[in-house]
């Protein structure tokens, strides 16, 4: 079992920047894949990134490339995501993903609003 709690999110203007943290607690983070998603109103969740177990790959949405960051810290098991130069239209709900083995888990998720 993995459990996954974000934190982070809030209201900010176009332009801006958030960091989302995601704590995680259960089975060893260092053997745990990684990532977040996210779920606009009335659409499906959508991956936004990935970081490989050591945090030496990671990969992206096409929407979110060169502007969010993902990055984990193995020592606290918790994983960051840096966005940047935030658009109207990165406004979700943005949950952490953990899978270990093929199987997932997911936080509550944390909400990221920005306004025009």
Same mark, same amino acid.
């Given at each position: 079992? +993995?459990?996954?709690?974000?934190? *982070? %999110? =809030?209201?900010?203007?176009? /332009?801006? !920047?958030?960091?989302?943290?995601?704590?995680? $607690?259960?089975?060893?983070?260092?053997?745990?894949?990684?990532?977040?998603?996210?779920?606009?109103?009335?659409?499906?969740?959508?991956? +936004?990134?990935?970081?490989?177990? *050591? %945090? =030496?790959?990671?990969?992206? /949405?096409? !929407?979110?490339?060169?502007?969010?960051?993902? $990055?984990?810290?193995?020592?606290?098991?918790?994983?960051?995501?840096?966005?940047?130069?935030?658009?109207?239209?990165?406004?979700?709900?943005?949950?952490?993903?953990?899978?270990?083995? =093929?199987?997932?888990?997911?936080?509550?998720?944390?909400?990221?609003?920005?306004?025009?």
């Amino acid at each position: 079992q +993995v459990q996954v709690a974000e934190s *982070g %999110g =809030g209201l900010v203007q176009a /332009a801006g !920047s958030l960091r989302l943290t995601c704590a995680s $607690s259960g089975r060893a983070f260092k053997d745990v894949f990684m990532g977040w998603f996210r779920q606009a109103p009335g659409k499906e969740r959508k991956f +936004v990134a990935g970081i490989s177990r *050591g %945090g =030496g790959m990671t990969t992206y /949405a096409d !929407s979110v490339k060169g502007r969010f960051t993902i $990055s984990r810290d193995n020592a606290a098991s918790t994983v960051y995501l840096q966005m940047n130069s935030l658009r109207p239209e990165d406004t979700a709900l943005y949950y952490c993903n953990a899978n270990f083995r =093929g199987d997932d888990y997911w936080g509550q998720g944390t909400q990221v609003t920005v306004s025009s």
